[in-house]
C-alpha cells in the first residue's frame, strides 16, 4: 500500500503532512514520517497515530 496523494505544508516551524491512511485491515497502529528540512542536518524521524 501506498497513498495516492501527499500534501506537504508548512508555518512557521511547524510541517504539516496529509495523506490518505491505510485501510484499517492492515492494521497499522503507527504510522512514520521521515524528514529534513533545508537548514536542519541529518533526516528526523517522527511517529505518528492514525
Do not use: I
Not at 496523494?5 to 491512511?21: D, I, P, R
Request: charged residues 20%.
Amino acid at each position: 500500500w501506498k497513498p495516492k496523494t501527499m500534501n506537504v505544508s508548512q508555518l512557521g516551524s511547524n510541517l504539516h503532512v496529509v495523506f490518505e491512511q491505510a485501510p484499517s485491515s492492515f492494521g497499522f497502529a503507527l504510522y512514520y514520517l521521515y524528514y529534513k528540512l533545508r537548514q536542519d542536518g541529518p533526516f528526523k524521524l517522527q511517529r505518528c497515530k492514525p
